[in-house]
Each structure stands twice: as C-alpha cells, then as structure tokens.
C-alpha cells in the first residue's frame, strides 16, 4: 500500500509518496503555485547507490594511526566499521586532539545549507556538541554574499536587515516604471529560501510586475538571467565590468545635470570624492559612457539613453549577489548604492536592491516571529577563518592575515568535523582545496552520500536525510510553518546527528549538558512549543504539536506588505539614522580608507579584474561564469534523476556562444575540456546565443570526480570549481571571486571516462 505525507526541503513543499518504509516520488504540493522541481531528485538520491549505508574508516588511517599522516585523503580505500568502534575512534581521537593542541585545533567547518528542520541541523547539531566539548575554530561570512556582510555596514547598514527590509514586489509593481538589473534577477535561484519556502511567490511577483507595465533591462552576460515573461532587454557587459558600466551613468547624470544634488546633500556623506574620482580629478582617468562602452562592450549610445530614461524615471536598481563573487565584488556594490543615490530615489519604490532572487523570499514576504531553534550555546573559543579561507588555513597555520581592518592570525588545525556542507562544491581551485585536506591530522564528515567531501575524510559517518527523521521546517525570510514527519527508514545503520552526538556523549562523559535529557523527538516538541509560545505574543495561537504534525501548511502574515526599503530614513534622517559613522549613506567611507586597502579603498572604484591586469585573459581567452543550476541546490542531489536528466553524456553542461563553439569546431551535444593553469574539467557543449560571445555558462554543484590519472587531475564530471582561483574579493571581506576565472576550451576527443562520484568508493576488509 502506498502512503502520501508532506515533505519540506530548502526548495519548498512535496507531498511523498512511500511504500514499505521506502521513499518512491516526492509530487508538486498542491498549494504552492509554482513548486519546484528539484523534489524530483529526492527519492532517487535517497535510495541511490552513492548512500552512506555504514560508519567507514579510510584504510590507512585505521592501520596506522593519525599522526602516521600515512596515504592520499581522496585517493584511498575504506574499512566499513561498525558504529561501535567508528565511535571509540571518535572518542579517542577528539580527546587526544584536545588534550594535545587544544580546542583551537578543531575546525567545525559545517558550512552549508542541509536540512531545512529547526531541529536536525547539522551546523547547530555539531557545533552544540563541540562547544559542550570545549568549543572550536569556527567560519565566518558565507560563499553567497560575503562581500555584502563585509562592505554594507560601512555603507549602509547589516545586509542581513536589508534582505528583510526589502521593498516588495507588490509595492514595486504599482510604482516603479523601470527596473534596470545587473546580473539579471534569475528565477532558478527564486526556488530556495533558507529553512524552507511554503509558496514560491517571486516569480509570479515579477510576471505581475512587468503585467503592470514596469519596463525591465537585464545587463548580464547570461540571456535568462531574467525570465522571458519580464520581456527584458538584453544589455550584456562583459563580466566584471558591471563597476564601470554604473560609473559611466553616474558620470552621465552628473556631468548633464540630472542628478539629485538636494538627495546628496541631505543623505549622503562623500558624494565630493565621488565627483572627483568620476571626472578624472584623482587618477586622471575620466569614467564617462565611452570610457564604460569600451570596457564593458556595450554599445554607448544605448547605455546613455538608459541613463536618461532611469533619471526621467521611478527607476530601482537591482544588483545580484553573483556579481559580488568576483575580483574586488564589493566595488558594483558600493557603486550600486552610489548611483541609486545620485538619482536620489533610495527610500522610494525605487532606488536600490542588492540580491533580490538570493532566495525565493526576498522582496515577497518576511516573517511575524521566529520559530524555535536548537541553541549551539557558547563557543569559548574565539578564532575563526573567513569562510572562503578555509585552504589557506590549512595550508598556512600561525601565518597571519588581513580581514575587515584587523590583523588576524589562522589556527593550527589538526582535526576537521564537517557535517552538511560541501566544501568540495563552494570552495575555489579544488586542486588547491585538496592539497589543503591532506594536512590535518584527522577529518570527520557527515553525510548522506559519498560525495568528494565523504571520500577526502578519515571517519565518515552515514546520516539520516529529513524525509527519514521528524522536524519542522520555518524558513527565515518566509511566512509559513511546515510540518516534517518522518516519512521513510534511514538506509543501512544511518542514524540521526543528534543520535550520533547522544552516543558520543555518553560514551566520553557522565554530563548531558548536550541532549539535556531528552530524545530527539521530544527536543522537536520542545522547539515546537517555544514557538506556540512566540506566536502567542503575536496574536497567533498555533495547534498542538500531535495537530501540526499530522497537518500541512500553516501560513502567517507577512508584517510589512508595504516595506520600502530605507523609507523611514528618506522622511527623517534625524530621526531614523543609519548604523554608519554619520548616520548618513556613507559614499566615501574615511573608517575603509584607513584600512589602506589597495584592493579595497574608501569609496567605490574601478579595478580590472585579475585575469585582465595580469594578462591571464590572452592565453585563456573566454571568462567562465558558474552559476546556480536549476536542477539542484548548490551540490545537493546531484545524483538524482532530475538532476542528471539534464546532464550531457553525463557531464554538467557548459553553454557556449555560436560563435566560440564554431571556432573551436564543436558541436552541441560534444564533450568538451575546459582547462587554465590551476586544473581541467569535461562538461557537455549546449550551444546557445543565450550566452555573449567570449563567454562560456558552466553550472556548480557537479560532485568533484578526479580522474588522478588524468593531466591536473582532470575532473571528470564538469565541476567549474577545478579552473577558479583562490584569491579573495578583497581584504575587507575576504570574500570568493569564483566568478573571475579566464579558460580555454576544446572538443574532448578521447574515450569518455565514467562519471564514479555517483557510485561507492573502493572498500576493503
């Protein structure tokens, strides 16, 4: 017999289907207008064979010890154990690290988004644990946008406040008459929130606004960076240019008079180094609309019109995260909010919005109240690494650093715990990233599947996924409660984080500071009380937990319908001050110019991305953007038919312009080696003119497959993160710059290797 219940994932609702304890589909929900697809990867992922099934041990690590440093992290059998011994091992070695080095030794990476439950998440499952333990190294930031957590509050404010304060789709929709994107608003990323998403509203909110007569320009590299019923003009700069482009218009509004100097005045500080630098004074270089055409490749005459019409206009400006993840990202930033004030509409229906699309909440709906989670309590160790710094730290221990104004000093880390995360996938120059996992002493992971990450580690221990455990989800930025029974049994001897941190506990100390008691199901009932309790704060009064269990969907209000972002502050500055220095939108920031940060200074300038200035660009003639696929999350159920469906031979796909791929004598549908100095990867050709010329679209989340045999060992499976380099936006925020990478391409014209990361690894004994 089969039985349907509600799932939740980070990409929205699923209604499952499950015979037997197995999971066989998750199906659209029916309440949610447009449901993503990305549930088509669920069920088959799960019962794939690429699950961890049983606690595993790679082979010379067991034989000979952690301090042997014996054999390749990456390249080696495993010993499947049983969950006794995989947690003597893991008791031993944690004391002996602590007792050794320390609690600043231990790195508790857990980057990475997981499940979407309150309660099963990994990240505070396994930094509660270790801080009960004594604490660890943590990261700082985040891959998506951490040049924004770096540079906004310097300008404007935290960007965490401004995802929430967004203004609204339905606001802009009745006044705004054009909106000018650069890097487009791509739907594909509006399918996920953080902690979940009950209705997807983004898209029908933007196909509401163009209905409405709002005119949207799209200035991306990539076609369907907007979708075809916004009817968006299609500007495309060359990557990296974005800085320049606004330059040019703001050189425009002001040299023609069309600038609100009233705005500046009143709301501003710096807006006189802004001019000078724009007209040449400071560097002798004048930013006008010729100068940006030039750098950029778009027409002149075009990109001056657009201006004149944003200035004759109710005009907002977006500008989206992906643009940031490159050399010097926070500059497009910085000068995304400098144009917007130049045209003095920052408060109104127009003016500014950095990263609409970062998730399918953003400019829809906020949240009323929070919903209970599971504390990690206090960390009482104080280092950290900036989260994309994570091979430097490994590879460069003692060794000191700049980092948002301080002179920081990286960790000696001996021992890494990863639980829901994917270095494998955020990080950049994967070869690089895999010389970093060889030197520490012990590394743990917690998984799912023997993704690359499972395969470089010590100890791997096999984890439950959300459809096999109970929870609920409550997504940040989204106004819904949703419930997630356990749907389906665990595979093989998988057991819950929290079981597997129960036992630990119990196995190295008399204490229960960390399950306090209590089982995992009663901590979710806990959690769901806490949030009875919030709501009732609110005015809300939520059904007992046995009711919302059994139930679906609960939707709440959105609390600001009408949000306007900085509104309160364009009435009365005085009274409503920014978080800044001044109080004032900070255009030339005197606290970043005393950093001295040549590669970051005190106001928004134009520096040429690196593969330019170095020269990089002539032996690897196209720039590779990597973006988010529409047929996963990140890297998460790469192994799952929808997401495979669209592969290509069985690599990622890479788009390529007509032009490039004529030249190059490919056809669609070939396998392809791109390849730079830093590595090699295949990927299946898709040519489309979606893609500029000089361009080439290869998506993330590929599982790391390395051919070891191959030249750089080449990646097997179309990974971009093979060819990007590790040098960070700036010293500000230390933030990726995935998207500055230079490549060449050609016809792969051997034997097609086949793809293994999607398989179980070699196990001896």
């Known amino acids: 017999m089969t039985n349907t219940g509600i799932t939740v994932n980070h990409w929205g609702l699923g209604r499952a289907r499950v015979r037997d304890g197995r999971l066989l589909a998750v199906d659209a929900h029916p309440s949610d207008p447009e449901p993503s697809p990305i549930n088509g990867n669920v069920a088959s992922s799960l019962n794939g064979n690429a699950r961890v099934r049983r606690p595993a041990v790679r082979q010379s690590w067991l034989e000979q010890g952690p301090l042997a440093r014996a054999g390749e992290r990456g390249r080696e059998p495993f010993v499947e154990v049983s969950w006794d011994k995989a947690l003597e091992l893991l008791a031993a070695e944690l004391d002996r690290v602590r007792q050794q080095h320390g609690n ?201 019109e657009l201006t004149r019409e944003m200035a004759a206009n109710r005009t907002l400006i977006t500008t989206t995260a992906g643009i940031q993840r490159a050399d010097f990202g926070e500059q497009p930033l910085w000068m995304t909010v400098t144009l917007a004030a130049l045209l003095g509409q920052i408060g109104t229906a127009g003016g500014f919005g950095i990263g609409y699309a970062v998730n399918g909440s953003f400019g829809s709906a906020g949240r009323p109240y929070r919903a209970g989670s599971f504390s990690q309590g206090h960390n009482p160790v104080e280092n950290f690494v900036p989260v994309a710094m994570v091979a430097d730290a490994l590879l460069r221990p003692h060794e000191s650093y700049d980092y948002a104004g301080e002179r920081m000093r990286f960790p000696d880390i001996r021992m890494v715990w990863w639980a829901g995360g994917n270095p494998f996938h955020h990080a950049q120059d994967l070869n690089r990233l895999r010389q970093a996992f060889q030197r520490p002493e012990t590394v743990i992971v917690n998984e799912m599947n023997w993704t690359s990450t499972a395969r470089h580690a010590d100890i791997v221990l096999p984890v439950a996924a959300p459809e096999e455990r109970m929870d609920f989800a409550a997504g940040k930025y989204d106004p819904a409660l949703l419930p997630m029974p356990a749907l389906a049994h665990p595979p093989g001897e998988a057991m819950t984080e929290f079981d597997i941190f129960c036992a630990l506990e119990q196995r190295m100390t008399d204490d229960t500071r960390f399950s306090e008691g209590l089982s995992g199901d009663q901590w979710v009932e806990r959690l769901w009380e806490e949030t009875r309790t919030e709501a009732r704060k609110h005015g809300d009064e939520l059904p007992t937990w046995s009711e919302f269990i059994a139930g679906d969907i609960i939707e709440l209000q959105d609390p600001e319908p009408e949000r306007v972002f900085l509104s309160d502050f364009r009435a009365n500055p005085q009274a409503s001050p920014l ?71 069985g690599r990622e796909p890479v788009l390529i312009h007509p032009d490039d791929a004529r030249q190059r004598g490919i056809q669609d549908g070939d396998v392809v080696e791109l390849f730079n100095d830093r590595g090699r990867c295949l990927a299946g050709a898709r040519i489309t003119d979606d893609v500029m010329s000089g361009v080439v679209f290869l998506w993330t989340g590929a599982w790391y497959d390395p051919d070891f045999a191959a030249p750089q060992q080449r990646d097997r499976h179309g990974n971009p993160n093979v060819l990007t380099h590790d040098l960070r936006t700036s010293r500000l925020s230390q933030g990726p710059a995935a998207h500055s990478a230079f490549v060449e391409l050609c016809r792969f014209d051997g034997e097609v290797p086949e793809i293994r990361v999607h398989s179980q690894p070699e196990f001896r004994g």
């Open 104 to 304: 600043e030794s231990i790195y508790a990476g857990s980057y990475g988004w997981s499940s979407a439950g309150r309660f099963h998440h990994a990240q505070s499952q396994l930094k509660r644990f270790l801080n009960v333990c004594g604490g660890f190294v943590r990261s700082e930031g985040n891959y998506s946008y951490n040049a924004a957590l770096g540079l906004m509050p310097h300008v404007i404010k935290n960007y965490r406040e401004m995802v929430v304060e967004a203004t609204r789709w339905k606001v802009i929709a009745r006044q705004v008459d054009l909106v000018v994107m650069f890097g487009g608003i791509p739907a594909r990323s509006t399918q996920v929130s953080d902690g979940g998403i009950g209705r997807h509203r983004a898209s029908s909110d933007m196909r509401a606004c163009a209905e409405a007569g709002v005119r949207f320009v799209n200035l991306s590299p990539l076609r369907t960076d907007a979708a075809d019923e916004l009817h968006a003009e299609w500007m495309p700069p060359r990557p990296g240019s974005d800085t320049a482009v606004m330059m040019g218009m703001a050189h425009l509004l002001i040299s023609e008079g069309l600038h609100d100097q009233a705005f500046l005045d009143r709301y501003t500080v710096g807006h006189e180094q802004v001019r000078e630098y724009l007209f040449g004074e400071t560097d002798g270089v004048v930013k006008d609309i010729a100068w940006a055409a030039r750098l950029s490749g778009l027409d002149a005459t075009r990109l001056a």
């Open 579 to 649: 978080p800044t220095p001044s109080g004032l939108i900070e255009l030339y920031s005197q606290t970043i110019a005393g950093f001295h940060y040549d590669d970051c200074p005190g106001q928004a300038s134009w520096l040429p991305p690196r593969g330019i200035s170095n020269g990089d660009c002539k032996r690897f003639p196209l720039q590779m953007i990597s973006g988010q696929p529409a047929t996963r999350l990140h890297s998460q159920l790469d192994n799952g038919d929808y997401s495979k469906s669209r592969k290509i031979q």
